[in-house]
């Protein structure tokens, strides 16, 4: 009788940790920073780059993370997560910000592709936004992962809404909250009150969201955003040198669908207008209705993070 009310031993607990990977970038030492958090037995994992002005907290948003932490949710589902601060952000090195570019990111992030690869079966690698650029190019150049998530991003651009969101940017010394960090005024971060305009739109305005949005900003460096552009939509696409499967996630992004963005009208379309430019013969697409650029901040963001997850589990 005793056995039968002896509780059962709980679960064991996704483990975190923070790892600080050497890399060397122009010649230089760097550290990369990333958050490393891994379910019991998780044999896949997914290295994750974010966008401009963003860090590795736009993985595992703390505003109803239930909802909105792309981390919680790849953990739930048995998925390792390493949500990378890119160089110049979060925890990472902060160099002269002319030394930084996509490419420069790209080969940073590849060395800790290196270095996680050891402790995992299969290796992932997904962006967002910029990140998503970086990630595009690393995964082309090397072919060193299992598979590519891209989101917030297609290889069609509409400069008519990017141009104001990029002219609304300030330096990052002249930031209040940023000014402290010593970097120089080639990182860029977002004025007041501009996030949810510049990120967010059309979806609805959360005030709770756009608030921890804003707390846990961040900057990039102007020349990342140069060959970010060149690399991936200008000359022949870093992408179209991608042999893993990839799949590509927006919302109702204004800044890359649209008239002279990709048509995301439905999935199969976007599939039509972005499969020029990969290589790879297995893209995946998928659109998140009802909001716009930064798609983890969706009230609806757990549909897509149910598509990445089925998505992985294809990976045997």
């Known amino acids: 009788m005793a056995a039968l009310f002896t509780p059962a031993p709980a679960a064991a607990a996704t483990t975190c940790e923070d790892l600080a990977v050497p890399v060397t970038v122009a010649l230089l030492p760097q550290t990369v920073h990333g958050r490393l958090c891994a379910p019991p037995g998780a044999s896949k994992v997914v290295v994750l780059i974010p ?16 909802i909105r932490s792309f981390r919680l949710a790849m953990n739930q589902a048995g998925v390792a997560t390493l949500a990378l601060d890119r160089l110049g952000t979060g925890g990472s090195s902060k160099p002269l910000s002319t030394l930084l570019s996509a490419s420069a990111q790209a080969v940073a992030a590849h060395q800790v ?8 079966a299969k290796v992932v690698v997904g962006g967002h936004s910029i990140g998503a ?9 090397y072919r060193d992962v299992d598979g590519v998530l891209v989101t917030g991003m297609t290889h069609r651009m509409n400069l008519v809404t990017v141009i104001p969101v990029l002219a609304n940017m300030i330096p990052a010394p002249l930031d209040p909250a940023l000014s ?12 007041a009150g501009t996030r949810y305009t510049a990120f967010h739109t059309p979806g609805p305005l959360d005030a709770g969201a756009i608030a921890y949005d804003e707390s846990t900003k961040d900057v990039f460096a102007a020349t990342e955003a140069v060959d970010s552009l060149t690399l991936t939509t ?3 696409p870093a992408s179209q040198q991608i042999t893993a499967p990839v799949l590509l996630v927006v919302g109702n992004d204004p800044h890359f669908c649209g008239t002279l963005g990709s048509d995301c009208s ?3 379309a976007l ?5 020029p430019f990969f290589g790879t013969p297995s893209l995946r697409t998928y659109i998140l209705n009802g909001y716009g650029h930064a798609i983890n901040y969706a009230p609806n963001a757990p549909t897509y993070f149910s598509v990445v997850s089925n998505w992985l589990k294809t990976m045997s």
Request: glycine residues 12%.
């Open 266 to 268: 439905s999935p199969e």
């Open 180 to 191: 402290a960090r010593g970097l120089d005024a080639g990182y860029l971060t977002t004025g």
């Open 51 to 66: 966008g401009g002005t963003y860090n590795a907290s736009y993985w595992d948003i703390g505003y109803t993370p239930e």
């Open 113 to 120: 592709i290196q270095a996680i690869r050891p402790r995992f």
């Open 234 to 236: 200008v000359i022949t």
């Open 133 to 141: 650029a970086m990630a595009m190019i690393e995964a082309g150049r």
């Open 271 to 275: 599939r039509a207008s972005e499969t």
